[in-house]
């Protein structure tokens, strides 16, 4: 038997801590009774419910590490760098796009991704960011009439 | 004659042009994602919601709807060719559409898929016109209670069938009814769980969750692996399959029409199950079920096929009672909502224009499927060909534009990117996240309709099992709830979930 927690263990163990934090934040709003059911009442009843599979959960998965099933990586053999990049750009245009505008933004945006995807040689990968930038300009701002920010330079 | 002058307006409204043109819109994205491994109808709809806020009510919604039936044609085509399913209810095609291009008679089985698809979605619709209608009268006599249940079983169905242990699709539910629970109670006007941000007090929205979920977090399981994809080389000739082609495959077809219509109709049903089970059937019923796995037509036929059928049968529960039976169709109704539109048995008798020419626009659509699937092809394996280096940065682009056109906010573009996270490492503990979008559009019903029942009955919890619909449908729910603790259901899920890997 691995003396380290499996996977199953550690995520029902996060579901049950999930499940006391939505049915202490429910009692906040007034769980009320069966006669009169307050604005908490249906959350709490959700997060309860939470707790109790996550523990249905975490003994199903005991039952499971003591035939030998122990934790197993789920990053390994993946190049979870790349997805670690992405998440990093979409955060990082979010937080910029208000300030930058739409085409610069996303020529950014989509020239890192385009390296980021296939290691395309920068000066490739910025020539697909811009072209998809007004691209995308020209569709979503032009034909469609989407409202997208615009940067100190009016575009 | 109520269902023939419905099916009138329905075409006259369906072949208004500006519906046409979404109709064709729909389903040409549909069978171009289809088509395209690695992104599927779900993440597609949800990126392409809020684009349809900008179009009229109807053309959003018959956009959308085709946008699902069309992936489930063009999924086949890289069953076939690539031995990579489009999407998860073309797994089963592999198995014998492959085997068939190997053999060089790719040709009849992407046929054979076209026309069982567009015979199996046509008669689905005509099951869905003749159904519904009195579905919807019958849905008139329910009352929040009925709902409740109705809601419950919905969800336990839809756990029953997901992938993975049971518990987890069951917190994946529950977490789906608290995050439904997120902004102003309807009930007495109070905000809940809003940290005072603007964009909570309508709840979290749909359209993000979804996106991020399905849309950002396929994306992010897909670029960390390298596959390669190797379209199969050869000359695709014979499309039209032959006569012994058709003989074969007339029963199956049949057979997948009735079954995926029918499995399509159950809350949490639909065409990944339906394809799985007409497989099942095919090989059953045949006289050389050895055949089965090394390019047997009626493997290809009996499942795309079903999958079709199946599609049509999931808009009966959606329109007629208002619950969706998957999280493609949750979706919708939540489009429907933004439309101002109430799916359920009102919605035939209020929206008669939206109800019939959304019903009619899925048979001019799979018209257009039939003309798009056969004479387009090579443009289709075309497309297999793009990298999903230059795609993946398109796909994520096309999320953040399009969530941040439904209220020009920058926080909803952060919700989605938290959830598109929050998905990817659902995928990686293997919680599935069907569950939680279901339960999260299905969440504010459940809510009324619990506390309404209560209130109704002066606290009595009796009245969920006292009155008889109810009691039927809680019954069911508890009964697939104690359906994995028996041996010989344990055993079929097993088999079910080994067929799905």
Redesign the interface.
């Known amino acids: 038997m691995s003396s380290q927690f499996n996977?199953?263990q550690w995520?029902?163990l996060f579901?049950f801590i999930?499940?006391l934090v939505?049915c202490i934040?429910s009692l906040n709003?007034g769980v009320g009774?069966?006669?009169?059911?307050?604005?908490?009442?249906?959350?709490f009843?959700?997060?309860l419910?939470?707790s109790v599979?996550?523990v249905?959960?975490f003994v199903?998965s005991t039952l499971r590490q003591k035939k030998g099933i122990g934790w197993k990586s789920?990053?390994k053999g993946?190049?979870?760098?790349?997805?670690l990049l992405?998440?990093g750009a979409?955060?990082a245009?979010?937080?910029l796009?208000?300030s930058l505008g739409f085409t610069l933004c996303?020529a950014l945006?989509?020239s890192f991704?385009?390296r980021?995807?296939?290691f395309?040689r920068w000066s490739v990968a910025i020539a697909?960011g811009v072209v998809?930038a007004f691209a995308?300009y020209g569709l979503?701002v032009a034909l469609?009439?989407?409202?997208?920010p615009k940067g100190p330079w009016g575009f | 004659m109520e269902t023939l002058s419905g099916i009138l307006i329905g075409l006259q409204v369906a072949c208004e042009p500006i519906n046409l043109f979404f109709c064709f819109v729909g389903v040409t994205i549909g069978t171009l994602i289809g088509v395209l491994p690695g992104i599927g109808p779900l993440a597609t709809i949800s990126i392409l919601l809020p684009?349809t806020f900008?179009a009229p009510p109807l053309s959003g919604i018959i956009m959308l709807a085709g946008v699902y039936y069309g992936a489930l044609y063009g999924g086949s085509t890289t069953s076939i060719l690539v031995n990579i399913p489009g999407e998860a209810a073309s797994v089963v095609t592999c198995l014998d559409g492959y085997q068939m291009a190997l053999q060089g008679r790719a040709g009849p089985a992407l046929g054979i898929a076209a026309f069982g698809s567009f015979i199996a979605g046509t008669l689905g619709i005509v099951g869905l016109m003749l159904a519904a209608p009195p579905l919807a009268r019958m849905a008139l006599q329910f009352g929040p209670p009925e709902y409740f249940s109705l809601v419950i079983l919905g969800l336990m169905m839809l756990t029953f069938l997901a992938r993975g242990?049971m518990?987890?699709s069951?917190?994946m539910a529950?977490?789906g009814?608290?995050l439904g629970?997120v902004g102003i109670?309807v009930?007495?006007g109070?905000e809940?769980?809003t940290f005072n941000i603007a964009e909570l007090a309508d709840g979290i929205g749909i359209a993000p969750v979804a996106m991020g979920l399905f849309g950002?977090s396929e994306?992010?399981?897909n670029?960390?692996?390298?596959t390669e994809r190797s379209v199969f080389k050869t000359k695709i000739k014979h499309l039209f399959p032959s006569a012994r082609d058709w003989a074969a495959s007339v029963l199956p077809i049949l057979r997948g029409s009735v079954i995926g219509f029918f499995l399509g109709i159950l809350p949490g049903g639909g065409a990944v199950i339906s394809s799985f089970v007409s497989y099942a059937v095919e090989k059953k019923v045949s006289k050389h079920p050895e055949k089965f796995g090394t390019g047997a037509i009626e493997g290809v036929a009996g499942p795309e096929s079903a999958n079709n059928s199946a599609s049509a049968g999931a808009f009966i529960p959606l329109l007629t009672l208002g619950i969706p039976s998957n999280p493609v169709t949750a979706i919708l109704l939540g489009a429907m909502i933004v439309f101002g539109m109430q799916p359920g048995p009102l919605l035939l008798s209020q929206h008669p224009n939206l109800f019939w020419g959304t019903v009619a626009s899925m048979y001019v659509g799979n018209c257009m499927l039939l003309a798009l699937n056969l004479p387009l092809i090579g443009i289709w394996v075309k497309i297999l060909k793009v990298?999903?280096?230059?795609l993946?940065?398109?796909i994520?682009?096309f999320c953040?534009?399009g969530v941040?056109?439904i209220n020009?906010s920058?926080t909803e573009?952060?919700i989605m990117?938290v959830f598109?996270?929050i998905g990817?490492?659902f995928k990686?503990?293997?919680?599935e996240a069907a569950p939680l979008i279901l339960a999260m559009v299905l969440?504010p019903m459940?809510?009324v309709a619990?506390?309404r029942s209560?209130?109704l009955a002066?606290?009595?919890?009796t009245t969920f099992i006292t009155r008889p619909i109810s009691a039927v449908l809680l019954g069911s729910a508890f009964l697939i709830l104690i359906f994995p603790l028996l041996p010989w259901f344990k055993k079929k899920r097993k088999v079910i979930e080994e067929m799905k890997d």
């Open positions: 996977n199953d995520s029902s579901w999930c499940g939505f934040a709003h009774d069966l006669h009169n059911p307050g604005t908490g009442f249906t959350p009843l959700a997060g419910a939470i599979f996550s249905i959960g199903k789920p990053m993946a190049m979870w760098g790349r997805a992405a998440v979409l955060f245009y979010s937080f796009l208000p996303t945006c989509v991704l385009f980021v995807g296939k395309y697909g998809t995308t979503f469609l009439k989407v409202q997208l | 684009v900008h242990a518990w987890k069951l917190i529950a977490a009814i608290f629970s109670d009930m007495s109070s809940r769980f950002i994306v992010l399981l670029i960390e692996q390298s990298p999903y280096a230059i993946f940065p398109l994520l682009l953040l534009i941040y056109s020009n920058i573009m952060l990117i598109g996270v990817y490492f990686k503990f293997e919680f969440g459940f809510d619990l506390r209560l209130l002066g606290g009595d919890a």
